[in-house]
């Protein structure tokens, strides 16, 4: 079965503090892993997407890694803001013409002043 | 663009009751979904499609039905509310295939009593 796991659970940090949230899956056949932000009581926002090729890739403060072959990518958050406060969600997409996307639980960032 | 619109934002059902769940998309996207958030958990896919006329059964579909008869709406129906159907309810569109942004709706909460 196809799996997305996140470490940690949740995280509290303070402000202008970097931090690194994890992303372990099993889904196969791979075709690209999506890191998401959702503010409380509001849908995701797709933050950046990375194909099987692509190592690195950043959107502005946000910086997503993929080991395509360990199948982990990590999202370091970097100089934290109270903005940031939000559920992290890792999403991978199997490859296919059904194009379907497994969720990871999500990390819950708590950015304190 | 409006984007990914759902209605209504809130609403209170009594076990057994019926009720349609609105969503409408003006990006011309072909593939529509329809994902259901529990406290604490993932998202989890009711149904999906791939474009016009096409749907079909994601994680949980059971007591769900869906049609997409135009490119823009994919409304969601529930028969008979039964109280395992509270959640939040969000929709969400992608283009087509490939590495391109999944939009995502501001979400349906749905409360069954």
């Known amino acids: 079965k196809n799996q997305v796991e996140q470490s940690p659970q949740s995280l509290i940090i303070l402000e202008g503090k970097n931090c690194t949230l994890q992303c372990n899956y099993t889904v196969s056949p791979f075709s690209n892993l999506r890191w998401y932000k959702q503010d409380t009581g509001r849908g995701p926002v797709s933050l950046t997407i990375?194909?099987?090729?692509?190592n690195t890739k950043s959107n502005g403060r946000y910086t997503a890694t993929l080991d395509a072959d360990t199948k982990q990518s990590s999202l370091h958050i970097t100089a934290s803001q109270l903005s940031d406060s939000a559920s992290y969600i890792c999403?991978?997409?199997?490859?296919?013409?059904?194009?379907?996307?497994?969720f990871g639980k999500g990390t819950l960032l708590t950015v304190n002043p | 663009n409006a984007g990914v619109t759902q209605t209504p934002k809130f609403r209170i059902l009594k076990i057994g009751q019926s009720m349609t769940l609105q969503c409408t998309q003006d990006m011309n996207h072909n593939y529509m979904y329809w994902y259901r958030q529990d406290p604490g958990m993932g998202l989890k896919l009711i149904y999906y499609?791939?474009?016009?006329?096409?749907?079909d059964k994601g994680e949980v579909p059971n007591g769900y039905n869906v049609s997409r008869s135009t490119t823009e709406d994919f409304p969601l129906r529930l028969e008979l509310a039964a109280p395992s159907q509270t959640s939040v309810y969000f929709c969400a569109s992608i283009r087509g295939q490939g590495g391109e942004t999944q939009y995502f709706g501001p979400g349906t909460r749905l409360l069954v009593l």
């Open positions: 990375m194909t099987f090729s692509e």
């Open positions: 499609s791939v474009g016009a006329g096409i749907t």
């Open positions: 999403v991978v997409s199997e490859g296919g013409s059904n194009y379907k996307l497994t």
